[in-house]
């Protein structure tokens, strides 16, 4: 018999059908009730054991973590909030698992720290939570493809591998293929690059963007969906060494297509998957609550995970300047309290405190930051007429904080070369970035989206390592 | 005026309409006639300038390459085998294209060496051969994530840093943050890993299936997608040191199952990248006509690229067991007359030269091969009961080679760590792997696709270097 897959089953099976499903026991009560669950759903199956004419060494083996293939009929349940019983005529144990080796596990049927899970991150899929998790991380990430794809973009693998470090963006981890030990040596002592694996030092991305905008200088409309790596020392609920980026690159947008591509963008994600993991979300909604509720008033989220997806869907972003938020800020209560802990000057950064007063006390919702000083923004935004500010942009979450960067390119080769120079970024290295402004240059833009973090957007997570099945942190590599 | 794109532009508008496109000029004839592509689609639109009206001036910066804005009215197309001419009201000169530059890159509208090409691969996208290559590129890889999400998989983003090399697949490129000149040494004059960012040595991974498989034991269906590396000193036409591969993993499935899975994903890739892709398939597959016409005939395609996906979509796949296809091999021709260079008997590897025996000139169509001998087959493969040979498969493709290879796993505790230690396998190392087979072990299988040689296939493409954007091989990391 062929097995059925337990979401299957419960949308589209009907009372009296025969089925073989198969799967984990969750937990196994009276000798007789076993909730199965196969991960392909948050939802377990019912099924009933006649305890009385089943084997007492089978029935032993029926334990919490075991797998098992049960068969049988489905009948309407007797129990609420389920609408299957499967009165079980087969079983056939796949795999034990001894109770006494699960009590030192996370799979033992109780409430574990977010911590221990994450010790045992090679078990926590089989939790409620984490299924949950995952599985609204893959709708999430498929949303997106499913979005640019419906939109006419084409996926670009850019490299893992770089041979340039001249954007800057970030520390990076050295690839190499050297003998650690005993490297080669040139004539004057240094390591002799040349003999390593690509004749050069690599080191690992940091961003697709640069070699994103080549494309997209040829097919229009393009985008990255790709693990991306800082080498900081970051240990902060919102920080991964390792993390998956997404940069769409347009040809012939400005800083204004751009701003409305991430909204439409961001709505579709959080549209997406409130409509096809309407279970999962609500597992994760109704977690978030009973959570809450061990936290002080002041720390408690003001609204739940699904009206914050909502919220997002049904509300323009707020978009105003750098220059607007500066003023706004110095306007504002806790500015003239001496409450914000960094100066708000025209020229400084906005910090994270300032963010959050924006997003999360002043208009309550995700906001758009534009054209933001050209000091301290990378040397490939583009300088507005100013002359000093450039067209980038920042969208501000709240719970979250930035969760998307970008900006209109620097198209114009003179002004390229200009803050080349300026960055001290060598434009030589970049021959080939440069080289797009050459043939055919014209307006274009694009963003990065922190993936993990627009996951846990999605989930209502509120550390990154929660929502990244085997996160790279400093000191942390396991599995 | 919003901007239009070529592909909408051609699919659906009406004579009479006003459009704004933007793209580069293909080309520019008589003074009069534009070939504009946006990179939407490999169809230029053509535009008519009314020259005798227009500023010289203006006219001379339309040149192959440059970037142009052109406002006018769709009529019915003059020409042969296009439906629109764009009558021009309005140009606007985005980017210039020097001629003489131009003249220096691949950008000159002539036939350039796909080595050339590969050179200047920043510019390459511009072509019309590397236009229609990677979006069939794009589609191949939707193709992959839709079949997937639409059966019921979950995307799992397995790590690229790994701390573990117990796996032994392949030569790693190892990760660092360490002074590479003056590296922390131990008292015993080691260099001191414990000191590296992740407080051990680390790798890029080789491939996620061990990760895959702890996630398969839980959601149950899961595949992996995303960059592999292999620092192997490689110089051939199918390798590459960095490369995306493709890692289905389903608990429960059995060998057959794996490649009933196998066989229906590939034709799903096949008809899709033909149902969606129809204008660039032909174009590559029409090139790949006007190629093998300089040929020798011996060298020649027997099917076109069209054939061999259609090939893929209507036929079932040959299934043969090893010790099957060693005597079918040593009764053949070839063998008989000792054309072979490598010898044929059980329990050495089919080399090359057999495996396109078996496929291109035996049976004329996909191959695969399953339960190999246990010795050179890796250690999670699951033992057959003959306990010499392993639930291994691989797929064969004309003119490809190896395109898939996948097994059902050991699943069994005590098998599992015999043929760790058979293997010199630290299984201490693996802990988290061998855990899976304690805590409810099922039967499950599942195989590794190397996307860039599906690729190769979608495209009709010969070199793996013409498949990805910015290949990484021996000594070359360039862009």
């Known amino acids: 018999m062929r097995r059925s897959v337990i979401k299957d089953v419960l949308s ?32 377990s199956l019912q099924a009933v054991v006649d305890f009385e004419n089943t084997d007492e060494a089978l029935i032993k083996r029926i334990t ?28 056939e144990i796949l795999g034990d698992a001894d109770p006494e080796e699960v009590s030192k596990t996370i799979l033992q049927p109780k409430k574990h720290s977010l911590e221990l899970l994450r010790e045992q991150a090679h078990l926590r899929f089989r939790t409620n939570l984490f299924g949950a998790v995952f599985r609204v991380r893959h709708a999430t990430s498929f949303a997106i493809h499913k979005y640019f794809n419906d939109n006419g973009y084409y996926h670009i693998a850019t490299p893992i591998i770089t041979g340039s470090d001249a954007e800057g963006a970030g520390e990076m981890f050295r690839v190499s293929t050297l003998d650690a030990q005993n490297p080669p040596l040139t004539k004057d002592g240094k390591i002799d690059w040349s003999e390593d694996f690509f004749g050069k030092e690599t080191n690992l991305t940091v961003s697709g963007q640069l070699e994103a905008e080549l494309a997209a200088m040829a097919l229009g409309k393009v985008y990255t969906f790709g693990p991306t790596f800082r080498a900081e020392n970051s240990n902060t609920a919102r920080h991964l060494a390792e993390f998956w980026m997404v940069e769409p690159e347009v040809a012939f947008n400005d800083l204004t297509d751009n701003m409305d591509l991430a909204e439409d963008f961001l709505s579709y994600i959080c549209k997406y998957v409130l409509e096809n993991c309407a279970d999962d979300i609500q597992f994760l909604n109704d977690r978030e609550i009973e959570e809450d509720k061990a936290k002080p008033v002041a720390e408690r989220n003001e609204m739940n995970l699904i009206e914050r997806l909502n919220f997002v869907i049904n509300n323009d972003f707020e978009r105003l300047t750098y220059t607007q938020a500066i003023e706004l800020l110095q306007n504002s209560a806790p500015y003239k309290k001496k409450k914000f802990k960094y100066p708000v000057e025209w020229g400084t950064d906005l910090q994270s405190e300032h963010e959050r007063f924006l997003v999360e006390k002043h208009f309550k919702k995700p906001v758009i930051i534009s054209d933001y000083p050209a000091s301290f923004k990378a040397f490939y935004m583009r300088l507005n007429e100013d002359g000093k500010t450039v067209a980038a942009m920042d969208i501000l979450f709240p719970g979250i904080g930035e969760i998307i960067g970008g900006s209109q390119r620097e198209e114009r080769l003179d002004v390229l070369l200009e803050k080349c120079k300026a960055f001290h970024i060598p434009a030589d290295e970049l021959w080939w970035y440069i080289d797009t402004r050459r043939f055919g240059t014209a307006p274009h833009a694009g963003f990065g989206l922190g993936f993990e973090r627009m996951v846990m957007f999605t989930t209502g997570m509120a550390n990154i390592r929660d929502v990244i099945p085997f996160p790279r942190t400093p000191k942390k590599a396991e599995f």
């Open 12 to 43: 589209t099976a009907k009372f009296g059908d025969k089925v073989l499903v198969k799967g984990w026991v969750k937990a196994f009560r009276q000798n007789r009730f076993i909730q199965l669950n196969d991960g392909s759903t948050i939802t």
């Open 64 to 91: 919490t973590g075991a797998a098992v293939g049960l068969t049988g009929i489905l009948e309407e349940s007797q129990g609420k909030g389920q609408k299957f019983d499967l009165i079980v005529e087969l079983i």
